[in-house]
């Protein structure tokens, strides 16, 4: 008799994990994941949610360490600015706490208040003394980082500052420029991409772009290095000023555009905006606002936006809602604001995603 009331017992306790095994099945199916195609733990913040998820589909992390990376935009457009946010980001970030941030600018032509925009902490943690004077001087510089052992985040503010040694000389003996430039910087960059795989690195190059001499179509822009930098590169990103912010007839910031050219991680190629204000930064906020607000997600009528509840019940204009979701003493608005806009953005990728059933299944 024990044994039939086990056997019934065990029945009905496999029954009950069935059902809630059923019940989590379809939570999960309802549930939409945020984390991207490669471990999160791997990735480097941007500082801006829609810049992440174009670049890895992780609303938290964009740039993948252990990669070579070139940032190329035009004058004016923001590239010195993000990689800035991206050092303060991994500043605050416990996951950076032994990486060594470099800031290497040969142009020697930045002038932000780094200490008001990013904080004191990331003035005093980032090293700005390493300074490139030709590309071999470059070189040096990051293999010194990588004998030392430690992992470290490097930006070359920018390739277009440097030239090779070569290059130097004949400018002072016959005032003219060859290509050894782009075919040294190949030779060095494959140097470089093997070390920063082995450690937890990663490398930034930022490039200014130049005029395309006698291109009649495609694109209008390219940038020097040669071909090199972007065949080492895990991610390429082309940065342009859409339009000028202004109040009271003077510019604050710009509205900028950012295409994605090239993606090892995801293969996608991907167009995000988002505003930076002179004295504030990348404003990360208005533009998860603005893209959940152009794709319908949240309804706007005359700049006053409807959160149906999500965020807040009342209705507020972008601004009110921009300062009331940053309110620091509410940090959990802006985690919704994020969770919000990453489940937003995979509804996007995955209606446009081909729908045929695997054609490779694996064991």
């Known amino acids: 008799m024990e044994k039939v009331i086990r056997r019934k017992a065990a029945r009905i306790k496999q029954s009950v994990e069935e059902v809630v095994d059923a019940v989590e099945s379809e939570d999960e199916r309802n549930e939409i994941d945020l984390t991207g195609p ?16 174009a670049l890895s589909d992780d609303p938290y992390g964009g740039f993948a360490l252990g990669t070579i990376n070139n940032i190329v935009g035009d004058s004016g457009s923001g590239k010195s600015f993000l990689f800035w946010t991206m050092l303060a980001e991994m500043t605050y970030d416990e996951r950076f706490n032994e990486h060594e941030l470099i800031y290497d600018e040969p142009e020697a032509a930045f002038a932000f208040n780094t200490s008001k925009l990013f904080g004191k902490a990331v003035e005093d943690r980032v090293v700005i003394d390493t300074v490139s004077d030709s590309v071999e001087s470059w070189h040096d510089n990051v293999f010194d980082k990588a004998k030392e052992g430690c992992p470290f985040i490097y930006g070359l503010d920018s390739l277009d500052a440097i030239s090779s040694e070569e290059e130097i000389e004949r400018d002072i003996r016959k005032g003219t420029f060859g290509a050894a430039k782009p075919k040294l910087i190949g030779e060095i960059l494959r140097k470089i991409v093997q070390k920063v795989k082995g450690q937890k690195s990663a490398v930034f190059v930022i490039s200014q772009t130049r005029d395309a001499i006698g291109v009649m179509f495609g694109d209008k822009k390219t940038r020097s290095g040669g071909k090199a930098l972007k065949f080492f590169s895990s991610h390429e990103l082309w940065m342009a000023i859409k339009s000028h912010i202004k109040r009271k007839e003077l510019d604050v910031g710009v509205h ?10 995801t293969g996608k190629l991907r167009i995000v905006e988002f505003p930076i204000y002179y004295d504030y930064g990348v404003d990360d906020i208005t533009s998860c606002i603005n893209f959940l607000t152009d794709e319908g997600h949240w309804a706007v009528t005359k700049n006053v936006v409807n959160t149906k509840g999500e965020i807040t019940k009342e209705l507020m204009k972008t601004e009110a809602l921009a300062s009331f979701i940053a309110d620091a003493e509410h940090p959990d608005r802006y985690k919704k604001l994020v969770e919000i806009t990453a489940k937003e953005w995979r509804k996007i990728e995955d209606s446009i995603s081909t729908k045929l059933p695997p054609k490779y299944k694996g064991d």
């Open 256 to 265: 900028v555009r950012v295409k994605v050219s090239k993606n090892k991680i």
């Open 38 to 53: 490669i471990d999160r733990s791997m990735l480097i913040p941007t500082g801006s949610t829609l810049l992440n998820l």
